[in-house]
């Protein structure tokens, strides 16, 4: 089922190191994103080591990191809100059974069709994000209850650290590559901390992350109609939220290992494991780009790096827990910083205005509808914007060469696909009073593709009978001519049999 990856002691190295860099930095990440979704923080660090584990092992793209994510807990608020933390682990159970049916049906090919555009605002969507989560580490507890940002000392240490942390990250691999620069800073930043003891936060002042192995349990639900209506809606945005993250991830990754995942294994990877997640008290989860880019860059390119980084996150939570919390969130803050600077696109603001401006607007569309709503709603819209911009941009391109054949009928020769965003311009290029009694469309050069451009030859043949004239279809690829014999008596025109002729289509492409 699944290879390790590694066939030399440097390898198992660089994995096994990177896999404990990208475990450090999942439990402030796990622990926060179980307080957005308003559970304890033990259901998410067993989410990010039951869903790293098994993503890991059975998905499509080693050395891409899963846990739990803020896209998916923002989901959840209300469901547990509503209905208290079981109903939650039944939706994680659903989840995963509907991302193993669309890894099944092999809808993960469908990341194709993303534009570039919207993978670039996406991006540059997601490093903002990253960067904007961070901030909250900037501020600090009051008396009464509520919060307020760092000031003075502890604001310019918390400071200092980070910079720390960039600098060494930064540095360090012009040095050596040997060990990942990532963990190298955690561990300097650390001993610096608790050596000169340092009044700083640490990942304790989150929360404690003690705890014992995850227990196999069965969501206390009824099994009835009523349940499945409440979380079945919740199950499927977050299928969706999850298969949409996670296969952008993959794609990212792709670019930045020059390899190539496969997107319908981790669609069934990513079911299998929010499905077990759900029964062993986890709140699900998908691909994390943040962590998943620091893997990359540490090193960690095969299945044994997302396996110890979960493996590493049990441990803390069974035997190393109160030195995990010891560890200065400055550290972690500095690392991300720099996944920050890694994963936005500095590229796209060089090109923005060297590229269409629809494809402009597109990536920054996708990149404000990210920040302030979610991952799934920026790439549908984005995805949305894109297509109606392609359809009105070809509607424009339709256009019709004539001439007359020495028996008098004249031939249309038309240019440019016929589809619902150029069946208007389509119309307007014919006048029927004008013309000889016998016409010719030559569509050679034309496709139809939509039912809209079904009747607006219809439209178009009603005018040449009402005129006393008729109209012939000449060169209309097999396709064409199905979706004419399907409409039936729908269509009154004439299609003239003619050689074979066929056009490319997406099943040769």
């Known amino acids: 089922m699944f290879q390790l990856g590694c066939a030399s002691r440097v390898c198992f190295r660089n994995e096994i190191l990177s896999g404990l860099t990208v475990a450090l930095a999942l439990v402030p990440e796990a622990v926060a994103f179980a307080f957005v979704a308003g559970v304890e923080p033990l259901v998410g660090l067993y989410a990010a080591f039951m869903v790293g584990l098994l993503a ?104 200092g650290l980070i910079a720390l942390t960039m600098a060494i990250m930064h540095f360090l691999p012009r040095l050596t590559g040997a060990f990942p620069a990532a963990l190298a800073a955690i561990i300097v930043v650390s001993l610096l901390v608790m050596g000169f003891d340092i009044d700083t936060r640490t990942v304790g002042d989150l929360a404690s992350i003690e705890g014992g192995l995850p227990s196999f349990h069965i969501p206390g639900v009824p099994l009835t109609f009523e349940t499945l209506k409440i979380i079945f809606p919740y199950a499927v945005i977050l299928a969706a939220v999850g298969l949409i993250e996670s296969l952008l991830t993959l794609s990212l990754i792709d670019d930045v290992t ?26 699900g989860g998908c691909a994390m780009i943040g962590q998943s880019m620091i893997n990359v860059n540490s090193g960690g390119r095969q299945r044994l790096s997302g396996i110890a980084a979960a493996l590493f996150l049990l441990a803390f939570i069974l035997f190393a827990s109160d030195l995990i919390e010891r ?12 996944v920050v600077l890694a994963t936005f696109e500095w ?25 302030f709503t979610d991952l799934a709603v920026a790439v549908v819209v ?9 359809a009105w941009e070809h509607a424009r391109h339709i256009n019709v060469k004539s001439w007359d054949e020495p028996d008098g009928t004249r031939v249309y020769e038309l240019h440019g696909p016929l589809f619902f965003g150029s069946v208007k311009n389509f119309l307007d290029l014919f006048h029927p ?53 399907k409409a039936g008596d729908l269509v009154e025109v004439n299609v003239l049999e003619d ?10 492409a």
């Open 56 to 159: 890991a092992i059975f998905g499509g793209r080693p050395g891409m990191i899963s846990g739990a994510t803020g896209a998916m807990a923002v989901v959840m608020v209300s469901l547990v809100a509503e209905h208290g933390v079981e109903y939650l682990f039944a939706t994680v159970v659903l989840t995963g059974l509907l991302q193993i049916g669309a890894g099944v049906l092999r809808l993960g090919k469908y990341i194709r069709m993303v534009p570039y555009p919207v993978m670039l605002g996406f991006v540059n969507g997601l490093a903002i994000v990253i960067f904007l989560a961070q901030l909250q580490h900037f501020q600090v507890p009051t008396a009464d209850g509520a919060s307020e940002w760092m000031r003075g000392p502890a604001l310019w240490i918390m400071l």
């Open 327 to 338: 560890i200065p969130m400055a550290a972690l803050v500095g690392v991300m910083f720099m």
């Open 258 to 283: 020059n390899t190539r995942g496969r997107g319908n294994r981790e669609c069934v990877g990513q079911g299998i494991a929010n499905t077990v997640t759900g029964f062993f008290g986890g709140m």
């Open 382 to 390: 984005g995805v949305i914007v894109s297509a109606l911009a392609f």
């Open 433 to 485: 009073e004008d013309d000889p009694d016998e016409v010719i469309i030559e569509f050679q050069h034309s496709r139809v593709v939509d039912h809209s451009a079904i009747e607006a030859i219809d439209t178009l043949a009603e005018r040449y009978i009402r005129a006393g004239k008729r109209l012939h279809l000449r060169h209309l690829s097999p396709e064409c001519r199905e979706l004419l014999k």
């Open 347 to 371: 590229s796209s603001l060089r090109i923005m205005g060297r590229i269409p401006r629809t494809d402009a607007f597109v990536l920054v569309l996708v990149s404000a509808v990210t920040v």
């Open 499 to 508: 050689p074979q002729y066929h056009v490319a289509d997406d099943a040769l």
